[in-house]
C-alpha cells in the first residue's frame, strides 16, 4: 500500500500545479524544436531563425565572434522571442565582454613597453577587432588613444607604416621604402620603420636579378639572388631565384659538354675547348666537360709534338745541308790549287804544306821544290800486272800515269787504267798523288782517294790491275 501511494500523490502534485496560472511557461518557449507550439503561419520564420543561429554557433565554435553576433542579431530581428537565439547573443556578449575585459587589462601592461611603430600598429589592428564587437566601450576606445598618444605617433603615420607594410609584404620594396621614408620624413625616430627600409635596399636587387634571369645571364642573376639571400637566408623570392638559376647553368653547361663533344670527334679542338671552357665558366663542377677537356688535352698534346716534330726534322734537315756546304764543299777559297783537296772552313794551309791566298787562289811555295827535289826521289816498282818487276824514278814535279802515249808513266797494256788515271805532284818534301776522277778509282793501301794522298815508303798503289809499290 505504501509503495504505492507515493506515485499517486505525486502525480496529483504536478496536476495542481500546472492548474495554476504562471507556474510552467508556454510549450512554445521551452520546446526544442524551432516550431514546436508555434502556428503554422510562424513556422517558416523560426525555422530560418534556427538556421541563423546554427551558422552562428559554428562561426562561434571558430572564434569568430562578429560574424557569429551577426548571425545571432539576424535570427533576432526574424524572431525577436526565439529562445535559443536570445540564449547565444546572451552568451556571445559575456564571452566578448571577457575578451574586451581581457584585452584592456593585457596591453594596459604592455603599452609601456611598446616602442616599435609595428607593434603599435598590430596591437591597434586587435583593438580594432574587439571594438567592432562593442564600440559603446569607451575604455577600449581610450585605450587605443591612450596607446598611440603615449607612443606618439599619430594616426596618419600609424596609416601611413601600415600601408608601407603591406607593400613590402607584396613584395613592392622601392614603393615601401618610399613610404618608410615617409614615415621618418619629419626626422621622427622609428627603428622599425629603419629596419624595413634596410631591408628593402637589401631586396631591390631581386628587380635587376629578375631582368638578368629574363636575359638568360644567369650566373649574373644567380649572384644578386645571393646577395639577398647572404642579407636575409630566409627570403623566399631569393631562395626560389638561386634555384632557378642553378637549374638553368646546369642545363646551359650540360648543352655546351653535348657541342663539344661533337667538335671533338670531328677533331676540331680549338671549337671543342671553347664550348667546354663556356660550359666550365657555368658550372665549374661539371664532371663531363673536365673528362672532354682532358681527353682534348691529349689529343692536343698530340697534335703539337707531331708539328714541334716535322719542325724540329726540317730544322736538323737545313741544318745538315748547311754543313755539308760550309764543312764538305768548303768556299771557293778553300781548295787547294796543288792537290785539289777541299779544306775546311777557316783553315789556310792543306795538308801538302802550300798555302792558298784569299785572292783568286794564288799560290804560295812554302818552300824551295828545287832544293828539296834534290834531297828527295820517288820510284814506283810494279808488283803485280803488266810489266811486272818495272820500275820508274819520279823526277819531274807533275808525273802524270795512265794508258795514253802522252803520260809519263805509260800502262797502256792495262785495259782497267784511263788514258790519264793519276798524278803524281812533288811539293816540298812530299810527294802527293791524285786521283783524276777515274771510273776505277785510285787506291792506296787500299783505300780509294778522292783528293791528294801523300806517298811514303813501302805504300801501295793500285791502279786497274797494275799494282805500284813506294821506294823513297
Known sequence: MKSGFLPMAALLVAVLLMAIPGVFPPASLWASEPNAGVNGDNKDIYGKASSLVTEGDDFLKKGQYIQSKARYDE?????????????????????????????????????????????????????????????????????????????????????????????????????????????????????????????????????????????????????????????????????????KCTDAIGSLSDDFVKKAGRELKADKLDNAIHYIQESLKYNPENTEAKNLMKETGRKLLTRNILIISVIILTLIFFALIGVYYISVRGKKTGKCSYCGRIMPVGKKICDCSMGVSSDKNQERPIGNNTDLSMKLSLSLEIENGPNKGKIYKITNVETFIGSDDTNDIILSEDKAVSRRHAKIRKIGSRYMITDLKTTNMTFVNGTAITSGCSIGEGDVITMGETVFKAII
Open 75 to 243: 535570427a533576432l530581428k526574424l524572431a525577436p522571442n526565439y529562445p535559443p537565439a536570445i540564449q547565444r547573443r546572451q552568451k556571445l556578449d559575456g564571452i566578448i565582454k571577457k575578451k574586451q575585459d581581457e584585452m584592456i587589462r593585457q596591453y594596459g601592461k604592455k603599452c609601456s613597453h611598446i616602442k616599435l611603430p609595428g607593434e603599435i600598429a598590430n596591437c591597434q589592428k586587435d583593438l580594432d577587432k574587439i571594438i567592432s564587437l562593442n564600440p559603446s566601450r569607451q575604455d577600449l576606445q581610450n585605450l587605443k588613444t591612450g596607446l598611440i598618444k603615449k607612443m606618439g605617433v599619430s594616426e596618419d603615420k600609424t596609416q601611413l607604416f601600415r600601408s608601407a607594410e603591406d607593400l613590402f609584404r607584396q613584395a613592392k620594396y622601392r614603393e615601401a621604402k618610399d613610404k618608410f621614408k615617409a614615415v621618418i620624413a619629419n626626422g621622427e625616430d622609428y627603428p622599425q620603420a629603419k629596419k624595413y627600409i634596410e631591408k628593402c635596399e637589401a631586396y631591390e636587387p631581386l628587380y635587376e636579378a629578375g631582368a638578368l634571369f629574363k636575359d638568360k645571364r644567369y650566373i649574373e642573376a644567380r649572384a644578386l639572388y645571393q646577395k639577398v639571400l647572404d642579407f636575409d637566408p630566409l627570403q623566399k623570392e631569393a631562395k626560389e631565384g638561386v634555384n
